[in-house]
């Protein structure tokens, strides 16, 4: 099973930015699919999540400003990212799994793409 992330990349304050993360190995329709970020000094942090039955849950600081999606047919999911700001800086990580409960503790979710590095500059 292998998850791969990409879309990345350095970005002005205001900008756009569109993840996608592949996966291989195994159908996930029935997984919850999600987003995670890391910055330099921080520990992971969840930032968006859409379950296998249809619910989306993103944290405070991004809502209404990203978007995920997900295509069981590609196995695939993206995270649409519009207004960045410099907080926003960080490695994302999309991740699969069925977690027992809630969906903000990285140790719950079971495979991890490989990460990618969003810049966004002031």
């Known amino acids: 099973v292998q998850l791969q992330a990409s879309g990345g990349g350095l970005v002005q304050t205001g900008g756009s930015l569109r993840l996608s993360c592949a996966a291989s190995?195994?159908?996930?329709?029935?997984?919850?699919m999600g987003w995670f970020r890391q910055a330099p000094g921080k520990e992971r942090e969840f930032v968006a999540a859409f379950t296998w039955s249809g619910d989306t849950l993103y944290v405070d600081s991004v809502k209404g400003r990203f978007t995920i999606s997900r295509d069981d047919a590609k196995n695939t999911v993206d995270l649409q990212m519009n207004s960045l700001k410099p907080e926003d800086t960080a490695i994302y990580y999309c991740?699969?799994?069925?977690?027992?409960?809630?969906?903000?503790?990285?140790?719950?979710?079971?495979?991890w793409g490989q990460g990618t590095q969003v810049t966004v500059s002031s």
């Open positions: 190995g195994r159908t996930f329709s029935r997984d919850t």
């Open positions: 991740a699969a799994g069925r977690p027992p409960s809630g969906l903000k503790t990285p140790k719950d979710w079971t495979y």
